[in-house]
């Protein structure tokens, strides 16, 4: 059997169930041209025709898995509108922290998310301007697919990222809120003595201290409006 109709019967076998567009033949084309350069590679150096084969076809398998996994996006809506939330978000949490700045902490973190915003803001207003023209061809035509229009995002690899971060942010303020409580209350809790809080004013300086690590909860929000909104700027693939 020739090693073209060997790896094309492969493939075909492998990517039976998957859509039949443009993207697809694309890359399934472009796999075939490297198996055949692999196993011509593989037979000069002495193999068989079958260890070729087997040896070729290893780097591919998972493919169809792969593909399946893949969206395609309208690459400017989907970045425009993830800048958009980013910024609303660290306005919300600018905003918030503004009653916090009675205290160093709380001033400091009012403006590290002033600079965020504008920083923020910055970067939106830019991708706008900078995309202009793709943003106005791609209202005359939603259902464009030209690679400069659109991108690809693996939806388990985003899935899994926004676990890991919830997962993560909930572990730092754990730390945070262990590390505040014990350097507040530690010699307290050691010597066995009751925790006093002197007034409303000192009660209001432990609920801000507390309180300040929960606005890094924009980092995992972030995140989050970037798998949920894949949905929303999708392309239909279907040729």
């Known amino acids: 059997m020739k090693l073209e109709t060997r790896i094309n019967r492969h493939l075909d076998r492998l990517f039976a169930g998957a859509q039949d567009t443009l ?3 694309e890359l399934i084309e472009e796999i075939r041209g490297n198996l055949l350069a692999r196993m011509e590679d593989y037979l000069a150096k002495g193999m ?3 260890q070729a ?3 070729a076809i290893q780097h591919i398998d998972g493919m169809e898995q792969f593909m399946s996994d893949q969206r395609r996006v309208k690459r400017v809506p989907y970045w425009t509108a993830l800048l958009q939330s980013t910024l609303i978000y660290s306005l919300v949490a600018w905003i918030v922290t503004i009653p916090t700045r009675v205290k160093l902490e709380g001033a400091l ?3 590290l998310l002033f600079i965020v915003s504008l920083i923020v803001g910055a970067a939106y207003v830019f991708y706008m301007i900078s995309n202009r023209g793709d943003q106005d061809r791609d209202d005359q035509s939603t259902q464009s697919s030209d690679q400069d229009e659109t ?3 693996r939806m ?3 899935k899994q990222w926004q676990r890991r971060v919830w997962w993560l942010w909930a572990a730092v303020i754990f730390v945070l809120w262990g590390t505040e409580a014990a350097l507040r209350f530690g010699s307290n809790i050691w010597f066995n003595r009751p ?3 002197d007034g409303p004013y000192q009660l209001a300086v432990i609920l801000v201290a507390f309180a300040l690590p929960l606005i890094s909860i924009i980092v995992p929000l972030v995140v989050n409006r970037a798998y949920r909104i894949v949905s929303k700027y999708e392309v239909s693939e279907n040729i």
């Open 195 to 197: 925790i006093e809080v």
């Open 151 to 153: 991108m690809r995002i």
């Open 156 to 158: 388990p690899v985003m």
């Open 23 to 25: 993207e697809h033949r």
């Open 109 to 111: 973190l009012n403006n």
């Open 53 to 55: 084969f087997q040896t």
């Open 48 to 50: 068989s025709e079958k």
